[in-house]
């Protein structure tokens, strides 16, 4: 186990670090990135271990699932160990850090733009994301080489989030993203296109590419009116 700092405003989680293959954990259905429930710390976790009562069961709760984050083979497109990461990536930028997905050259995200009013719907796996974006070669002042407005249609583009309809950065880039909000990410070559693009040439092996995104609607909610909490919606 393991403490991290995740959500607006940051609170202090516990998270499974590893799970040992044929232990009583990975039979229960314990991942990496999973977090504890009940527990703000490991020294709460330790104290419920020595003094009981017993059995002592804990709950988990995997970030990557969202409540219908179920793919057609019946897993989860992204893990519970890179949705742990990209909560502690988007709470750190929240608190004005820069988070990364390694100690280096992971995926960065930076909100450029936060939505107005009120937020109680937020992106997560399986939601229509309608976004307008551009798409840049090395970083934020690079030449463009894909944009929504190249489409020709007048349209924000319409993706199903942790479908594998966008490039892997951008899918886990747009994660717990409100309505009207607007984000940069820096991806790195591993999420992007590590072997060059044959659609967009100009791109060279291991590039960095930086996205800024806008989500327009999230399953037709905008920025004006998303009052309602998702569970009255649908």
Same mark, same amino acid.
């Given at each position: 186990l393991y403490e991290v700092k995740i959500g607006t405003p940051r609170r202090n989680v516990v998270a499974v670090l590893s799970v040992r293959t044929g232990g009583e954990g990975a039979r229960a259905g314990a991942q990496p990135g999973m977090i504890l429930l009940d527990y703000v710390g490991i020294e709460d976790v330790l104290k !419920?271990?020595?003094?009981?009562?017993?059995?002592? @069961?804990?709950?988990?709760f995997n970030l990557a699932l969202g409540g219908d984050a179920?793919?057609?083979? $019946?897993?989860?497109?992204? /893990? =519970?160990?890179? #949705? %742990? &990461?990209? #909560? @502690? !990536?988007?709470? /750190?930028q929240s608190a004005g850090q820069i988070g990364t997905a390694n100690k280096s050259e992971g995926l960065m995200i930076n909100t450029l733009k936060e939505a107005r009013g009120e937020c109680r719907m937020k992106s997560r796996r399986g939601d229509t994301m309608q976004i307008r974006y551009d798409a840049r070669i090395r970083d934020k002042d690079g030449a463009i080489y894909d944009s929504s407005e190249f489409r020709g249609t007048g349209q924000p583009y319409a993706y199903v989030l942790g479908n594998s309809d966008? %490039? *892997? $950065?951008? &899918?886990?880039?747009?994660? &717990?993203?409100?309505?009207? @909000?607007? !984000?940069? %990410? !820096?991806? =790195?070559? @591993?999420? $992007?296109y =590590?072997? $060059? /693009? *044959?659609?967009? *040439?100009q791109i060279p092996p291991n590039s960095y590419l930086f996205w800024t995104v806008e989500l327009v609607e999230l399953n037709f909610v905008n920025e004006k009116n998303n009052d309602k909490p998702r569970d009255e919606l649908y």
């Open positions: !419920r271990i020595s003094d009981g009562p017993y059995p002592i @069961e804990f709950r988990l179920v793919g057609d083979l $019946g897993r989860s497109i992204v /893990s =519970p160990d890179d #949705a %742990l &990461d990209l #909560a @502690e !990536r988007v709470s /750190s966008v %490039l *892997k $950065g951008v &899918d886990l880039g747009t994660y &717990d993203m409100c309505p009207g @909000e607007i !984000r940069g %990410l !820096r991806i =790195p070559p @591993e999420l $992007g =590590p072997n $060059g /693009s *044959k659609l967009f *040439k």
